[in-house]
């Protein structure tokens, strides 16, 4: 990952996950501004996306939030 191309802060975390085939990694990106927002959200909406994103990063997981 190419850690000049993304804004300070919004990479928050590699998480490794022990599988048998492999390990699989979850990045984890959000700005202080949208963790704030997924506090104070009356619910959460998560989107699968497989087509749009390359293999190496399948699936693509998005979180929209109703306040």
Known sequence: MNMQAISENFFLADVTIAHSSGDRHHLHFATTEQLALLCCAKG????RIFKLVR???MPLCSVYTVL
């Open 44 to 47: 959460w909406y998560v989107d």
């Open 55 to 57: 293999k190496s990063f």
